[in-house]
């Protein structure tokens, strides 16, 4: 069908003044695709045949094995009647026997007679569905019929002498041969017979009074099912019947429906594409050189590669549109420039057709970001309801995405969609539903979509805007949208719609929240002693009504038991279960608010109940928030209730600020975590400004405790961490927080800036639960260690005492897990300076000889201390082998060197051990263990791989540097299948030249190659904010790196993309 349609559409277009149309070969298919739909009939009838035979012989058999059984029964009953038994137990057995046999046989034949009945609809649906086919199939024929008779117009032009009309764009396009061509092809296909009829019969009103003397101006081009008024009348419109929209994604004819007003016929305008592909000419940034590229624009921006193959890699440039974007034209007829905020692009089309192409689709999209400068996923507010709907306007239907965002009404291809294909203003519109009781289901046939009577239809009409009209499957769905439209239009107290709830709250928002109202003492907002027979909120779906209801029962449940010691845990397990559900329906939150605000409202007061239904809310407050004016309800309830001399009154005054902070910071992501719960159910809240807290570990085995609440960032988190600890900014020192894994295994995971710490803590508790089902007790927690991620030389000069502890502690780790090159000797010394950092001066007092069992006991804890500080300090590969005569004279080496160091303060010997590290050039590197995959250029078979601020290095067995890949050189990197794959570009010869790419695989565990792969996309991205115009604050040397575009701006987007995520079985990230 879709390709009956490209063709058709090719073809109208071509008469259009295009290019010339093989009309016979298009005939000829158009017969092949009606074959082709009368071979499916008669598959259908087939199929429908063998179902019919398969059910007959299973009814069949059915009846057999009832007569069997029958048989059976009579012959035993015979048998009976002839031995002359008297009735016992095998009677009995028989008789119940036959009972079993006859339900049996009741029972099959209920489903024969339900399949006949699924029968019958089967057919009744097949029969329907092949009308259907066969239906577009003829006003497809029909269709191509019109256009072909419009050729003949022109043709008669030619014939009668219409010099006026020889400017008719089929003339232009086919001449007067191609036109007596297209004409036999009418003969030869009988489509249009015109020498089988007078010339009178196809004119009218040719009298002396008409207006044309043409008679092509008078000719009926109407193809059967098109009325004349539906071609010659302004009121309406002559449409293909299945003529596609202009979107190239869109596989969805544009049908026409039931107009319900009239419009004038210059607001029809074609759909304005927003995507385009194709090859372009782009001047180089540095070299000053054309390169043919191939552009794809989708969703605002515009992605080049090298070729069309390479679309699955990562991109060589990308631009970004928005509305300061201009586009200029060229010296050249071909070429044009792009101009946005950081750089020009020079373009070169292949032909004057194709540059119009891409400035009008260019220009479609500048003038759409220019009236929604700000789309849909970069507002801070989510979106009130959303859903599939069917959009009408000017007599064309399109199914499209739609979300309602505060008062802006969008609409979008898909959903998954950044740019939207337009708007409407809400504010002071009109909507209303469209009574269509008196239409028929005929009107909405046509359309293909099943589009009965019974569908509901919206009429949404902004200020000085065209009315659009929404099609709505279900009754629910229209409830829901028009309540919200309705309120968004803000004309929702003029209308009734919503339920009583949402009707008095409205109320109440007309009186301006008076705290003097009755309407806060309505029954309907008021706690009632009754089970809710109906949700409070109108919702989209029965579904959702009846969850609402079940949310209902498990907040009864929270709040009518008292919380117990025994019982802690149901409630954390009602609270989070509760809220699990508002988070993946977000429609319900809106619901749970109300249900929650009555059930405090008008309570009677020093109620256990009443105290926990407000801890409930404490807990939900700083999950998610209420939409439109279910948050101003809110808000002026706290407000009302709030009362630090009571402690319900401190719960409020607790929701009061969990709501400002939640506003802030934007709502969570995870359902509250067992810990969360625990400290709003077992202390109030209103008496700690950070209702929670966590310890935080550091590498020299210290912590520090932290607090937060429901809404803190990892970024605010460690801010306070930081002017508790005396240390700079994370961005400043390299510093980041890391959690460990539920797993248990030595993995560690990064947190990103704008992740929420109880996000964080959930999702653990949820992985550690998910990893050891039935054994969590809760008495394991996270982790969270804070170090030093990210190394940069020329920060070194700003570092806090604190800092530089930390940090040589951290080296010293890597030092003993063998991951820094170290001899014996070099080894021995930094393990005395970190000894004399962690314990002091060593304590040698000989031994008297007039009290040895004295000095024992001093000796053996001297003796103790040396061999924890080998154990700590010094590297395991060295003592791994060490018999005790070997270690004891370790520890005396130890010692001597200790002992020099008398006197030396703890800040001199982190200066000192931190100044040795630094004169490795590799110091600050992260090493990986890998195993090359060959064909390799490296020749061993084990190295390690070292990711720091310059680049990717690759280190033998014994640390030596083998080859080292800036980031400038890399293409691409990431995980391929179970390996780590970087692939570079380097010159050939010293002096510059061509490039070689070389693609270098290694296997490696597949945390680790997260690990590397995020921790190299954070060096990059550290350089990229800096580019070009923050150089003059950036710590280090800021060149522009390649793998982010020259210029561009582009960053490798990773980071956000896997943490805090506790997932384990999918694969490593890969960004080819």
């Avoid at 009408?392 to 009404?409: A, D, E, I, Q, Y």
């Avoid at 779906?541 to 029962?553: G, M, N, V």
Wanted: proline share 5%; aromatic share 8%; glycine share 6%.
């Amino acid at each position: 069908m879709a390709d009956v349609l490209e063709s058709g559409g090719t073809g109208a277009s071509s008469v259009g003044g295009v290019g010339s149309v093989d009309w016979q070969k298009r005939c000829v298919a158009l017969e092949m695709q009606l074959l082709r739909f009368r071979l499916q009939a008669g598959k259908i009838r087939e199929l429908l045949a063998e179902k019919m035979q398969e059910l007959e012989q299973r009814v069949t058999e059915s009846d057999q094995r009832a007569e069997s059984a029958e048989k059976q029964v009579h012959v035993m009953e015979e048998k009976l009647k002839s031995a002359n038994i008297q009735p016992s137990e095998s009677e009995n057995l028989l008789y119940r026997r036959y009972q079993e046999l006859t339900n049996q046989v009741q029972e099959k034949d209920a489903v024969i007679k339900r399949l006949e009945v699924q029968l019958e609809k089967q057919i009744l649906v097949r029969a329907q569905e092949a009308k259907t086919i066969e239906e577009k199939a003829a006003k497809i024929k029909d269709w191509v019929t019109f256009k072909l008779r419009e050729v003949i117009k022109s043709q008669m032009c030619v014939q009668y002498g219409c010099h006026h009309c020889l400017k008719y764009p089929c003339f232009q396009m086919y001449g007067e041969k191609k036109l007596q061509d297209v004409y036999l092809v009418l003969n030869t296909y009988n489509t249009y017979i015109w020498k089988q009829q007078p010339p009178e019969a196809h004119f009218r009103n040719t009298g002396p009074g008409s207006d044309s003397d043409c008679p092509c101006d008078l000719l009926t081009l109407a193809p059967p099912g098109v009325s004349m008024s539906s071609i010659s009348s302004e009121s309406d419109y002559a449409i293909p019947p299945d003529a596609y929209s202009l979107d190239s994604d869109y596989s969805e004819p544009e049908h026409k429906v039931q107009r319900t007003s009239s419009y004038s016929c210059e607001s029809l305008r074609e759909p304005e594409m927003l995507e385009k592909s194709g090859y372009l000419l782009k001047m180089g940034s540095q070299i000053k050189a054309w390169k043919r590229r191939w552009f794809i624009l989708r969703n605002g921006e515009i992605l080049y590669y090298k070729s069309p193959s390479d679309v699955i890699r990562k991109p060589q440039g990308q631009m970004e549109l928005n509305s300061s974007c201009r586009i200029a034209r060229g010296e050249g007829a071909q070429t044009f420039q792009l101009i946005t905020e950081k750089k020009t692009f020079y373009l070169t089309a292949d032909s004057p057709n194709i540059l119009e192409e891409w400035i009008r689709v260019l220009q479609n999209i500048l003038n759409v970001q220019a009236s929604s400068p700000v789309t849909v996923e970069n507002t801070a507010t989510k979106p009130t309801v959303r859903g599939w709907l069917t959009k009408v306007k000017h007599g064309h239907s399109k199914l499209v995405w739609c979300s309602l965002v505060g008062k802006v009404f969008y609409y979008f291809r898909n959903q998954d969609d950044k740019l939207p294909l337009g708007q409407l203003r809400m504010r002071e519109a009109v909507v209303e539903e469209v009574d269509r009781s008196c239409d028929s289901d005929e009107d909405y046939e046509a359309g293909g979509r099943g589009f009965l009577s019974s569908h509901c239809t919206l009429v949404v009409h902004p200020r000085e805007q065209s009315p659009n009209y929404l099609l709505i499957g279900t009754k629910q769905e229209k409830d829901t949208w028009l309540y919200h439209l309705t309120v968004a239009a803000g004309s929702s107290a003029s209308f009734k719609v919503g339920t009583e709830y949402e009707q008095l709250v409205g109320n109440l928002l007309d009186v301006e929240g008076d705290p003097d109202s009755a309407l806060w003492r309505s029954e309907a907002l008021c706690f009632s002693k009754e089970g809710l027979r109906w949700p409070l909120t109108t919702l989209p779906s029965e579904a959702l009504q009846t969850e609402a209801l079940k949310l209902f029962k498990s907040c009864q449940l929270f709040i009518n038991v008292l919380v117990e010691s025994p019982s802690i845990d149901y409630h954390v397990s009602l609270a989070q279960n509760a809220l699990q559900v508002c988070l993946t329906h977000p429609e319900l939150q809106n619901e749970m608010y109300c249900q929650l605000i009555k059930q405090t409202n008008q309570r009677t007061p020093h109620n256990y109940s009443l105290t926990q239904c407000w801890q409930l809310l404490s807990v939900c407050v700083a999950l998610f928030l209420p939409q439109q004016h279910f948050l101003w309800y809110l808000r002026q309830y706290l407000q009302l209730h709030a009362d630090p001399r009571s402690e319900v009154g401190k719960y409020v005054v607790y929701c009061q600020r969990s709501v400002e902070r939640t506003l802030q910071n934007g709502e969570r992501e995870a359902k509250p975590s067992r810990m969360e719960i625990l400290s709003i159910l077992l202390r109030n809240p209103y008496h700690h400004s950070l209702p929670f807290s966590i310890p935080v570990h550091f590498m020299n085995n210290t912590y520090q405790v932290v607090g937060f609440d429901g809404s803190t960032t990892v970024e605010e988190f460690l801010n306070t961490l930081n002017q508790r600890v005396g240390m700079r900014k994370p961005h400043l020192s390299g510093f980041a927080l890391f959690t460990d894994d539920p797993s248990g295994k030595d993995l560690e995971h990064c947190l990103q800036p704008s992740v929420k710490i109880c996000d964080v803590i959930s999702k653990w508790e949820q992985a550690l639960k998910e990893l050891h089902p039935g054994k969590y007790e809760g008495t394991r927690i996270v982790r969270l260690t804070y170090k030093s991620r990210l190394c940069f030389r020329a920060q070194a000069k700003g570092e806090t005492e604190r800092e530089r502890l930390l940090l040589a502690y951290q080296v010293n780790d890597e030092v003993h897990q063998g991951h820094f090159p170290v001899n014996k000797e070099l080894a021995l010394e930094v393990a005395a300076l970190m000894a004399q950092v962690e314990h002091g001066d060593l304590d040698r007092r000989a031994p008297s000889p007039s009290s040895p069992s004295s000095s024992s006991s001093p000796q053996l804890k001297t003796q103790q201390i040396l061999l924890q500080a080998l154990e700590r300090f010094y590297p395991k590969r060295y003592k791994q082998d060490c018999n005790m005569d070997q270690l004891r004279d370790l520890s005396d080496r130890l010692a001597t060197k200790w002992s020099v160091l008398r006197g030396c303060s703890a800040s001199e010997c982190v200066r000192i051990y931190l100044t040795v590290a630094r004169k490795w050039p590799l110091f600050g590197a992260k090493l990986f263990s890998a195993k090359p995959v060959p064909p390799s250029c490296v020749e061993q078979s084990q190295v390690w791989l070292a990711v720091n601020e310059e680049g990717l290095c690759v280190l033998d067995q014994t640390m030596h540097l083998l080859a080292t890949y800036s980031y400038q050189s890399v293409i691409t990197f990431g995980g391929c299948r179970d390996d780590l794959m970087v692939v570079v570009s380097q010159n050939k010869e010293q002096g510059g030249g061509k490039k070689s790419v070389e693609k270098l695989v290694f296997a490696m565990a597949k945390p680790k190659i997260l690990e590397l792969t995020l921790l190299m996309a954070s060096y990059i991205n550290y350089w990229t904010p800096s580019l070009p115009a923050a150089q003059h604050h950036s710590p280090g040397p800021c060149s522009p790196l390649g793998p982010c575009g020259a210029g561009t701006g582009k960053t490798w987007d990773v980071d956000s993309r896997h943490f805090p995520s506790m997932t384990y079985t999918t694969k490593g990230p890969t960004l080819l």
